[in-house]
């Protein structure tokens, strides 16, 4: 979205790279405190699981589940 | 003609055109960099090319001392995917080094630095991964190991 000179192409582009970072943040969240297994290591668990009261809620939003 | 701008030669070849274009001085001048992101581009080169050299270093004598065993990431089966893991760190890493320092202007040569140390990161944890299944304790627990690049 920044190529090819650093900057983005307008401000419609600009809310697309915010709107990108905020997903990316999220599912990085939910994928932290999901309970269980972990995605990409299926035989360990989560070592720092959250309770599911909250932790439902963010994987939903996030689709990690 | 229409337009009445210089005729094109159509019998010349495209690189004519090409080589011709590229001895032409561009229409703006460079962008100067911005002073603080200039002075910041070389020791964030340093810092990260460093650090990303020392996983990716560790990353291969871990993974080597496994036995170059697989480790239990999902999608991967045999040694290759590590393999892959290592090239893309390597060129990632030398392609940051070379546009953050020759282009402190431009982000792209960061954030090529960073994508190359969290891939490494990845190696790094792979490896400890599959040596924890060959060794009887590793210094990070297996699952904080197999947690941190997820």
Known sequence: MVFPDGRVRGPVWAVLLGLSGLGAAVTAAALAVMPGPLVLYPALDNPSPAPESWAGPLVGLAGAR | MLGGGPRTDLTRPASTAIFAAARTPARSPPERPNPTI???ARPFATVLGVSTSVMLVAALLLWARSGFETP???????PWPMV??????VTQLASGLVLTIRRPDLPVGPLGLLFAAIVSLGALMNALLAFAEQAASVPLPPAWAAWLPS
Do not use: E, I, Q, S
Not at chain 2, 72 to 78: E, I, L, Q, S, T
């Open chain 2, 72 to 78: 239990p990431y999902v999608f991967m089966r045999g």
């Open chain 2, 38 to 40: 200039a002075a910041l």
């Open chain 2, 84 to 89: 892959a893991f290592f090239a893309t760190g």
